[in-house]
């Protein structure tokens, strides 16, 4: 019986226990399922080949070529994360001269 001390789960059999019916439920609800699941993955295969995906299909393509819109789109997020953070910080600071103005008064 020293073997299936291995298989307590945070030092309690409650807590193991727990988790082994969760985990059979899980795999109970996966096989009861699985017919809906496998319907669910072949139909989101198909949807994903009809997207359009930001790099070149063109074999031939090779190196930053084939992903350049890919890298454009990434250089123009960046970008635009850059001037939002500025603008973020700008309005604090101000916010902070404001109220260290107003703070200061009273002194």
Partial sequence: MQFL???KIGGSWISSGIVYALLAISLIVIVLKWASL???VSEV??????ASWPWDSDPKAKGFKKYKELVD???????A?????AFVQLWD???ILIVGF????GR
């Fill in 102 to 105: 107003f703070t200061n008064l």
């Fill in 73 to 79: 789109s990434t250089i123009v997020v960046l970008i």
């Fill in 45 to 50: 295969k198909g949807e994903l080949r009809k």
């Fill in 5 to 7: 001390e291995h298989l």
């Fill in 93 to 95: 600071f101000l916010h």
């Fill in 38 to 40: 496998s319907s669910f």
């Fill in 81 to 85: 994360m850059i001037l939002l953070a």
